[in-house]
């Protein structure tokens, strides 16, 4: 099994209404997504073109959070949260007989992430 990762950011705001701290009042944030795909080489010795990863995380994930203001989108954005969104409109579209989503990660400042990973 190879991995295969391709690396994204969008920048959004949110605000957390069920949190008491720094992200209760409205702000923003450059959000990192890490998408990795997990399959087996095909003939062209690629287990996924990344052209692929990119148009799909494009279609479905930043054309919709980029320069959003995420409360509208998701109730309660958390990164976890968010994380589990982007998860649920990936999954099915990153899959065929060859690949699967393997693992997210969504990074909400340089050292702050979260990781989602199929369940086996
Ligand atoms: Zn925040």
Redesign the pocket.
Known sequence: MILVSKEFTFDAA?NLVKYHGK?EKL?G?TYKLIVTIAGEKDEEGMVIDFLEIKKVVKENVLNILDHSYINEIIEQPSTENIAEWIWNRLFDKLKTERYFLYEIKLY?TPTSYVTLRKEF
Request: with cysteine; net charge negative.
């Open positions: 949110h992200c702000h944030h909400e």
